[in-house]
Nanobody
Framework: QVQLVESGGGLVQPGGSLSLSCTASGNIFSLTSMGWYRQAPGKGPELVAS???????IYGASVKGRFTISKDTAKNTVYLQGINLKPEDAAVYYCYLDACLVDYTSCPTTWGQGTQVTVSS
């Protein structure tokens, strides 16, 4: 079983910066990708950013150029840095992990518990 522990988030002023981290613990056989989704009240989930084992990144259109995703493979940790935050960035941010556990027969997506980001002055 794999668990994801997120940290960071909280209250950010408009124009401020964001720093989130997510660490996976447990038996990971083969990691495919990690990343972040977010969901604001009344809206559906939105991809923020993802990064593959090889380091390829994908960003949601609304954060491209403002957010940066990175990883520390040795620590099974993914980081999300954001600048110039806007009120519309406020949401619950969820970390996810796509990985095969134990062997290639079990490759679920694991989700973190979510961390609230509020953008307000």
């Amino acid at each position: 079983q794999v668990q994801l522990v997120e940290s960071g988030g909280g209250l950010v002023q408009p124009g401020g910066s964001l720093s989130l981290s997510c660490t996976a613990s447990g038996n990971i056989f083969s990691l495919t990708s990690m990343g972040w989704y977010r969901q604001a009240p009344g809206k559906g989930p939105e991809l923020v950013a993802s990064i593959t084992r090889e380091g390829r990144t994908i960003y949601g259109a609304s954060v491209k150029g403002r957010f940066t995703i990175s990883k520390d493979t040795a620590k099974n940790t993914v980081y999300l840095q954001g600048i110039n935050l806007k009120p519309e960035d406020a949401a619950v941010y969820y970390c996810y992990l796509d990985a095969c556990l134990v062997d290639y027969t079990s490759c679920p997506t694991t989700w973190g518990q979510g961390t609230q980001v509020t953008v307000s002055s």
